[in-house]
């Protein structure tokens, strides 16, 4: 796809918001070609899919992977200063939605309008490795969820990887039936509903917990480097809790003034979403100390039913809260091999989207099972990708789209925030890495972890 940066006037692009929606220009598209359904759902629902997709079983590894290596000051301190500053981003980003009467749909086609065809494939690059990346970590997630409830029944449970593919086979049938963001319309009030049962669950369990246990240990191990190390990895870890890296596929399926209506379903993210998953990882850490499991119900005292219960709403609340996190991967997928302008499930289209998720599912689930490390993931997906799709692009945008009319102290707030952007990128990824290859050399390929 050719993508272009058209100037106006005065050499410099500008920026319409709601003007152009709501007077609907002839010139209020770029590229909206699409196999997957745009401009139709209110932001109720699209608010109602990011507080669920966000509180989805994920929330469980975060007072691991979070609180242990910060400890209370910082931990807390950073996930407020974190989450404010990652919502500030998605809230500027979500204004750029239209520039000059255009309508992207697409993160890739923002970057490349404003900047050019490299990054165009950038962007493309490094949101669909974050996204590949967070549905492995999503089959791990279900399949590690699948084991529990084997353990709880059996002195010998089976593999972790026979779980791992019953995940993949789970997450390819919904996919393949509900087969984008708008169609998940009818399954949001039921994920809604089992999210915030086995939230109250677990929440029952560990306050009990954390009440008869009165000698926690809070210590943040290890030597000085190590600390530091751990330290970016766990502000990867928080990013993650907070944002996906793919705002402007969202925000595509909003109805008219996009604009406003994203930031509406941001705030309910950022209010009712966070309460409860910022609840839990703080709860998690203060119940069972350093000692947290990086799965927490793993943590959990009982009763058996309670543990049961909870993994198996952990399993099924994913199935619909990874479908958001892929979607992109679909829409681009969809919209290259299938036959746009009719049924998703009627003729050559039923085959062809069958054979485009059997392919998908069954690599990520391969390589998930080969490498069944569900903390890496986590603090990976946060550092060298969405980093800078979460906070450096949206400014790049802002000095590219504003850059000669905004006042010096703006511009210099946004440099601000592209230079830290970088830094914190190098730091987080090369912790990232240096976790993974620990886990590499302390796992096997394939093991049942």
Sequence with gaps: MEVEQRPSNDN???????????????????????????????????????????????IFSFSNLIMVPLGWTWGVILLFVVGFYTAYANWLLAAFHFIDGRRFIRYRDLMGFVYG????????????????????????????????????????????QYFIVITGVAYLIFSFSIPTLSSMRNWLGASAVVTTAYIAFLLAVAVKDGKSNPNKDFTISGSTVNKVFNSFGAISAIIVTNTSGMLPEIQSTLRKPAVKNMRKALFSQYTVGAFFYYGVTIIGYWAYGSMVSSYLPENLSGPRWINVIVNVIVFLQSVVSQHMFVAPIHEAMDTRFLEIGKGMHSGENFKRLFLLRVCFYTGNTFIAAAFPFMG????????????????????????????????????????????????????TTISALRFIINNIQKYQFFADA
């Design 117 to 160: 065809k490299k990054m165009y494939h950038l962007t493309w690059t490094s949101q669909f490795l974050t996204l590949l990346l967070g549905n492995m970590g999503f089959i791990l997630l279900g399949g590690k969820a699948l084991k529990e409830i084997n353990s709880e029944f059996s002195d010998s449970p089976l593999r972790l």
């Design 376 to 427: 890496d993931f986590v603090n990976l997906l946060g550092s060298f990708s969405l980093v800078p799709l979460t906070f450096m692009f949206p400014s790049m945008i802002f000095l590219k789209v504003k850059g000669k009319t905004a006042r010096t102290e703006k511009k210099a707030w946004h440099w601000i925030n592209i230079i830290f952007s970088f830094l914190l990128t190098i730091a």
């Design 12 to 58: 410099s692009l500008t920026l319409n918001l709601e003007h152009d929606q709501q007077n609907g220009t002839s010139n209020d598209s770029y590229d909206v070609s699409t196999a997957h359904t745009i401009d139709r759902d209110s932001w109720q629902q699209v608010g109602l899919m990011l507080v669920t997709g966000f509180n989805c079983g994920w």
